[in-house]
């Protein structure tokens, strides 16, 4: 009768099977290959493994670890802003203004990625305007030191993503509908009991789109990271791109890729394990099947 | 207080949304155990007056009060009452028992507990066996009686029900009617039953407020409503009537064109002056011209004579429309006669259509109510008789 | 080898201390450079075509298939991105007809990924490769030979900017810009006066830790502790790579706050570093928009240091040949060097370029203009065998100065 809510997450499915599916398909095949010379970038004329056991360094790993923190942290930064602020747009704000809030949401995106990154690097200089500002204000003696810190990269990170995080969160909370709530809250609920055992489990699709729309690009991107966070922006997605391009080595690099995406799919895997061993004991509690009821006298009146 | 339980008191309530005024200075007094129906068309602010019942508006004027208690300021989740919604609104991300067991797991009730008033809720609707069914694998009547339970597993002192008989077959809502009036006097909840079908008010309510405009036209009995409505409002919405403008003589005669209506109802005053008369379609009896019997006709109090536009099956009764010319336009009488005592007629044949004189209903203000005229619309469209508009 | 754009002043030679920063800043210096960090994606999508070098042995036609006929309508050429002065452009166009088209690329390999994938039906007429890249792209039979009889004004080239190394004859390349590495530091950091590469790194362990930034190129950053050590920044020895990579990597890499190819953009004009490896161009605009110049000391790399130059090339099948070859005598004619120089602020190999540059009033003329002697410690990069090694080194000491 209604439509099963994985429609919603369709679009963002299709999007990673043609994008994502496809050029990794070649990459996968590039990787069995090897540099030809030093002018070559590529050759697939023998096929080995080879470029694997390069790709596994310990640049490598230092790198992924340094890329998988960046992307755990900014994503969950994006879950614990975007949530409220979805909801909030959602449930809260009256129709006409949420489609103004939606525009607010989207409109960072007609700029250029790169120039708003650049943007927060000008604001957040030592001597940029924010800096200058909170030293006229009292509020700081010493210039502004965050520009080239972790900080500035997950401030980044949540400034160029949240946006990805907000919009299917948006629409998963808007589709559980004023109803279910007024049910839960009829039944006995109050609000946060309300928005934990009704609100948040029926946006579920809507929390791991965003999720993954978030923790998927980000682990790829290093534009974000580099520009404000200097030498502490140091991603893995830079190192594949060095190999393509600096190194002119596709083979090694599409190895390096290859991995990249493994390993992404495996926190993926991983991170879902987790929450589901975390929220475990709560939904064991609550559950209730036909076999708990079986042997309680049946009362026909 | 203990008396007062599931008692309901509604004194002054107004709401408004913006300039429109929902519900309007309205008084209410459920009593305990009750099962009450409000009944009235869309807008008429029934459905505004069960939300602030639930508590999920607040009045902005008057007073609510639940089991004698005052409840304003009081949130819905912790108001004793219990609602079952229009489209059930059950958690598609739960099993059914789960659904039936939240409002219990909301109270910190023991699990032992929780799974023995589960299992007998889901009993009392007979729905047991679809424990570990989702909402999206039943149908609108398992739903429905889920959404019962769901309701009434925490033992509410008032449950509300806003038309939850509303999105299903008719066959089906008839079967819930009687349901649901069993199960009430079972369980003895007050029973607060929102619809805009006058059927379903009829046979289920105790007592059957009829409203409109934010306000309580009649509150009383189903006969009592039906027999002796308060207005030509209330005349019309519960069950169907022909209603004939005129004007009433000294005499006591209603002349409205070539027609002359004498009411003889008990406690009928009719005062001289512009009038509005009533006669239920069941009330009017028809016969072939040929048995005219002398003096009736044209000018002869409570008959009229006309031609049969259609003829209707509606299966216990039949249904005529009889188009009696008043010189300038055309009236149509609707009459409604059990199929047995059919009359032998025909379409076009001209007919005499005559009415008890202790049926007519004379209200004398003809511009109050809305004149709501015979629904010829509920003709079944496949009787020949009577080809589709 | 990736070989970012140099930072090149738009009307701020003439207005430095007027210049509106922060959008000017994005829109032809950063705004490019960190885009040419995404060159690997464009790369990817490009890379339809087999890249290993086996084309067939070329230059067997010394003067190409120009012949001196009538100029084409149009004339393609893929270059950095805004990397020449638009009043040349237009002019070229007002006197000699051809329509020009531009495209732009953001490195090197980027610029040949595509080449190769066209196979000679890329479209281009002219393209602008680094010198180091031209044996590769020659090898790859990427280039057209030039026909020098339709370019009589390379008479008013330098000479000193000619015959370099990757193409001694001047067969299929002419010098359009060249520049070299230096850097910059925060004299009020910084009080000793440094003048070496040696005092970059002693300094970058001293009083400039944690605030010190370092070009983000491979070849640069070893180049960094070559130069600094006498020792030739083309080697190939695997001695000469590991004493660089346990530099770079095990002392120098925690010093380091960021690897950033233009400081000009905002580093130097917001202070965000005090000590940072930079191109000369790039210092010069930083220091020109900072709102306290005084403060930067340019410095160049010493003893030795590099010396990269863009040449312009015809890329192989050049629809537009004639064109493309007027078009390379045109931009050499000494009316167009000054308004070049202006334009990208980075010496053009025009003979007598300083001293019309000097009439011309241009500002800062020691960070474009070297004497000979200085000229004489720069030294041409080269693309070889030690590539990998050296891209590897990078990956190592980014990792380390990030963790």
């Known amino acids: 009768m209604r439509a099963p809510r994985f429609l919603l997450a369709i679009p963002a499915w299709a999007w990673l099977a043609a994008f994502f599916v496809l050029p990794v398909a070649t990459v996968v095949y590039f990787s069995f290959g090897y540099k030809p010379g030093i002018f070559g970038t590529h050759a697939t004329d023998v096929l080995s493994l080879d470029r694997y ?28 802003i975007g949530i409220p602020m979805a909801y909030w747009m959602a449930v809260k704000v009256s129709p006409g203004k949420r489609a103004f809030l939606l525009a607010l949401v989207i409109v960072p995106f007609w700029t250029n990625f790169l120039v708003r990154t650049i943007g927060w690097q000008v604001i957040l200089a030592p001597e940029g305007w924010l800096s200058g500002m909170l030293q006229a204000l009292g509020l700081r003696e010493n210039p502004l030191a965050i520009l080239y810190t972790r900080s500035a990269v997950l401030l980044g990170v949540v400034y160029n993503y949240l946006p990805l ?30 928005f934990t055992r009704v609100t948040l489990p029926m946006a579920r699709p809507g929390i791991i789109a965003g999720i993954l729309l978030v923790f998927i690009p980000l682990m790829g991107d290093y534009i974000t990271a580099t520009v404000l966070g200097g030498a502490r922006g140091n991603m893995v997605g830079q190192l594949v791109a060095s190999q393509f391009q600096a190194a002119q080595n596709w083979a090694l690099g599409s190895a390096m890729a290859v991995l990249l995406i493994i390993v992404i799919a495996v926190t993926v895997l991983v991170g879902a394990a987790i929450a589901y061993v975390v929220t475990w004991p709560l939904s064991r509690a609550r559950r209730l099947r036909l076999a708990d009821l079986e042997g309680l006298p049946e009362k026909v009146r | 207080m203990s008396a007062q339980a599931g008692a309901v008191e509604l004194t002054g309530v107004t709401k408004r949304f913006g300039d429109a005024v929902a519900v309007d200075r309205l008084d209410l007094r459920i009593e305990p155990g009750e099962f009450i129906a409000l009944l009235g068309p869309s807008g008429c602010g029934k459905t505004t007056t069960l ?49 039936v067991a939240y409002g219990l797991q909301q109270t910190r009730t023991p699990k032992a507990e929780i799974r023995e008033r589960v299992a007998e809720a889901l009993d ?139 009411s003889e109802r008990a406690g009928q005053h009719v005062a001289p002056g512009p009038v509005r008369a009533a006669i239920r379609p069941e009330y009017v009896s028809l016969a072939p011209v040929a048995d005219l019997t002398a003096g009736a006709g044209h000018g002869t109090e409570n008959t009229v004579v006309g031609r049969l536009a259609s003829i209707a099956h509606l299966g216990e009764t039949m249904q005529y429309v009889v188009e009696v010319d008043t010189g300038h336009e055309t009236t149509s009488l609707l009459s409604r006669i059990p199929t047995p005592a059919a009359p032998n007629v025909h379409v076009d044949d001209e007919v005499v259509a005559s009415w008890t004189p202790g049926c007519i209903l004379v209200f004398s203000d003809p511009n109050a109510g809305p004149a709501i005229p015979p629904d010829l619309t509920t003709v079944p469209s496949t009787t020949p008789a009577h080809p589709p508009r | ?113 595509k080449l190769v994938a066209a196979r000679g039906t890329s479209g281009y007429d002219i393209v602008v490769p680094t010198g180091q890249f031209i044996p590769q792209m020659v090898e790859n039979d990427l280039l057209e030979p030039l026909n020098k009889d339709l370019i009589p004004n390379l008479e008013h080239m330098d000479e000193a900017f000619l015959s370099m190394a990757w193409d001694p004859e001047n067969q299929w390349s002419i010098c359009k810009a060249w520049g070299t590495t230096g850097f910059v530091y925060d004299n009020t950091v910084i009080t000793r006066e440094l003048k070496t590469w040696n005092d970059f790194l002693d300094a970058a362990q001293n009083e400039a830790s944690g605030r010190t930034s370092v070009l983000d190129d491979p070849a640069e950053l070893t180049g960094l502790y070559f ?8 080697t190939e020895d695997e001695g000469d790579l590991q004493a660089a990579e346990d530099f770079l990597v095990g ?29 000369n161009g790039d210092a010069r605009i930083g220091i020109m928009e900072s709102p306290d110049p005084d403060r930067w000391t340019w410095v160049l790399g010493a003893p030795v240091t590099q010396l990269w130059m863009d040449n312009w090339c015809i890329a192989k099948g050049a629809p537009n040949i004639e064109a493309a070859h007027a078009f390379i005598n045109f931009v050499l004619a000494p009316e167009q060097v000054i308004d070049q120089v202006d334009y990208i602020g980075y010496h053009t190999g025009a003979k007598d370029v300083e001293s019309m540059a000097e009439e011309a009033g241009l500002e800062m003329l020691d960070l474009v203009f070297f004497t000979p002697e200085q000229i004489e410690t720069m030294k041409e990069g080269e693309v070889n065998s030690a590539q990998q090694r050296i891209v590897d080194i990078w990956n190592k000491m980014k990792a380390a100065a990030g963790a």
């Open chain 2, 51 to 99: 939300r602030m019942i639930a508590g999920f508006e607040q009045p902005d004027e008057g007073e609510i009060r639940i089991s004698g208690e005052s409840v304003a300021g009081v949130p819905p989740h912790k108001r004793h009452v219990n609602t079952v919604f229009q489209n059930y609104a059950l958690f598609p991300h739960m099993n059914v028992a789960e659904n």
């Open chain 1, 165 to 194: 995080m907000i919009l299917p969160l948006f629409v998963a909370f808007d589709r559980v509908g004023p109803a279910m709530r007024e049910a839960s809250k009829d039944l006995g609920a109050n609000r946060w009991r309300t």
């Open chain 3, 251 to 279: 002392e120098l890499a925690p010093h380091i706050a960021a690897f950033d190819s233009y400081p000009g953009g905002s580093a130097i004009p917001q202070g965000t570093h005090a000590l940072m490896q930079v191109w």
């Open chain 3, 227 to 234: 130069w600094a050590n006498g020792i030739d920044w083309t």
């Open chain 3, 1 to 113: 080898m990736s070989h970012p754009r140099r930072s090149r002043p738009v009307r701020v030679l003439a207005h430095a201390s007027v210049a509106p920063r922060i959008m000017a800043e994005f829109n032809r210096r950063q705004f490019l450079s960190v885009a040419a960090a995404l060159g690997g994606v464009g790369l990817l999508s490009a890379c339809g075509g087999d890249g290993d070098g086996n084309g067939a042995t070329p230059g067997a036609d010394a003067t190409g298939r120009a012949t001196g006929g009538e100029l084409e309508s149009q004339l393609s050429i893929y270059t950095w991105g805004d990397y020449d002065s638009p009043d040349v452009l237009e002019r070229f166009t007002e006197e000699l007809g051809p329509e020009i088209r531009l495209d732009s690329f953001n490195s090197n390999e980027e610029m040949i990924a």
């Open chain 2, 124 to 262: 009392m609707v007979q729905m047991r066996a679809f424990a570990d069914r989702k909402p999206s694998q039943m149908s609108g009547g398992q739903q429905q009686r889920v959404a019962l339970a769901r309701a009434l597993v925490n033992r509410p002192s008032v449950l509300l029900l806003d038309e939850p008989l509303g999105a299903l077959d008719r066959q089906l809502r008839e079967e819930m009617q009687i349901e649901l009036k069993l199960l009430q006097s079972r369980v003895g909840t007050t029973f607060v039953f929102v619809t805009h079908d006058q059927h379903e008010a009829l046979s289920m309510g105790d007592r059957i407020a009829i409203m409109r405009g934010g306000k309580i036209e009649q509150l009383d009995t189903a006969a009592a409503v039906y027999a002796q409505p308060a207005s030509a409002f209330v005349a019309g919405f519960v069950g169907q009537q022909n209603f004939l403008a005129g004007t009433a003589r000294t005499d006591g005669v209603i002349e409205s064109g070539p027609i002359r209506l004498r």
């Open chain 1, 53 to 80: 056991r390069e790709a596994l360094s310990p640049t490598f790993f230092t790198t992924f670890t340094n890329t998988l923190r960046v992307g755990v942290l900014g994503t969950l930064l994006c879950l614990v």
